[in-house]
Structures are given as C-alpha cells and as structure tokens.
C-alpha cells in the first residue's frame, strides 16, 4: 500500500535549524510530485513545500521563503524539507503529502522554543 513516513522533527531553538525527512513506498515515487504541509493549533493545515517529479521546480509559502528549501531523492524515494532560522511561528505538526496518489505522512512535530 501507498505509505509515507516523516522524521526528524524535535525541538529546536529560535534561530536552528533542522532537517524532516519522508520515505515513500508503494507508489511509482519518481513520477509525482511531492508537498510538505504543516498544521499548527488552532490553525489550518498550511501548505509549506512543494516539489515536481524530477526535483528542478520548487515552491514554498511567503512564510518561509528563503529560509526553508524542499528537496528530493528519487533512487531513495525521499523527500526532505530543511528549514533552517526557525521561528517560533514555525511550530507545527508538519506533514509529508503525495497529492496526485492522496497519500499523507503521519506526521512529525516540530517545536521552536527557548
């Protein structure tokens, strides 16, 4: 079955940085693109990433632009998401999501505190 697993998140201090990771299986993963989205309390699922199939298009949200950069593996079938100067904003449950197959991760919390 189609299956994603996110890790990687944990507490960080402002101003950190830290790298999420989602494996994929079950699904041909180097013909679809790929999301992260995270959700924080009390607000709605945000769409943070985005990245094509083959990894040369990215995109990300005005909230962590230039600050966060999506990437990919496909002979891994990985997804990372490296977000570095985190914010206490930045706090959420951040998930990995393959739209195209409707597939979500489980979801990793992350947490910028002092």
């Known amino acids: 079955q189609v299956q994603l697993v996110e890790s990687g998140g944990g507490l960080v201090q402002p101003g950190g940085s830290l790298r999420l990771s989602c494996a994929a299986s079950g699904f041909t993963f180097s013909s679809y693109g790929m999301r992260w989205y995270r959700q924080a309390p009390g607000k709605e699922r945000e769409l943070v990433a985005g990245?094509?199939?083959?990894?040369?298009?990215?995109s990300y949200a005005d909230s962590v632009k230039g600050r966060f950069t999506i990437s990919r593996d496909n002979a891994k079938k990985m997804v990372y998401l490296q977000m570095n100067s985190l914010k206490f904003e930045d706090t959420a449950v951040y998930f990995c999501?393959?739209?195209?197959?409707?597939?979500w991760g489980q979801g990793t919390q992350v947490t910028v505190s002092s």
């Open positions: 990245i094509n199939a083959g990894g040369g298009s990215t």
């Open positions: 999501n393959a739209p195209t197959v409707n597939a």
